[in-house]
């Protein structure tokens, strides 16, 4: 498995939550070899949103539920899934 990994494009993607008072959630996302995320809430598509390697992108959603999973996948290119994070 090592072998086949080696030579792929190494990526990141991390994903910062804070939850604000006014009934919306900050997401902070850094990336790498990533162009673009998709955000769910609880299952359901949220948005998407361009993300570059330069700086981190703050996409901004309503405030889920403590119980309720955030997920954010990221592509490449915009077609391939490279990347995903659950909080």
Same mark, same amino acid.
């Not at 030579?7 to 993607?13: F, S």
């Not at 948005?47 to 119980?67: F, K």
């Given at each position: 498995?090592?072998? +086949? +990994?080696?030579?792929?494009? &190494?990526?990141? +993607?991390?994903?910062?939550?804070? *939850? /604000?008072?006014?009934? &919306?959630?900050? +997401?902070?996302?850094?990336?790498?070899?990533?162009?673009?995320? *998709?955000?769910?809430? /609880?299952? &359901?598509?949220?948005? @998407?949103?361009?993300? @570059?390697?330069?700086?981190?992108?703050?996409?901004?959603?309503?405030?889920? /539920?403590?119980?309720?999973?955030?997920?954010?996948? /990221?592509?490449?290119?915009?077609?391939?899934?490279?990347?995903?994070?659950?909080?």
């Amino acid at each position: 498995a090592a072998k +086949l +990994l080696i030579g792929q494009t &190494r990526r990141r +993607l991390t994903v910062a939550r804070a *939850d /604000g008072a006014n009934g &919306r959630t900050r +997401l902070t996302i850094t990336s790498r070899a990533v162009t673009s995320v *998709d955000v769910y809430v /609880g299952g &359901r598509p949220v948005t @998407t949103s361009p993300v @570059t390697d330069a700086a981190p992108t703050v996409v901004e959603i309503a405030t889920p /539920g403590p119980d309720v999973v955030v997920r954010v996948d /990221g592509f490449d290119e915009g077609e391939h899934p490279v990347a995903a994070r659950r909080i």
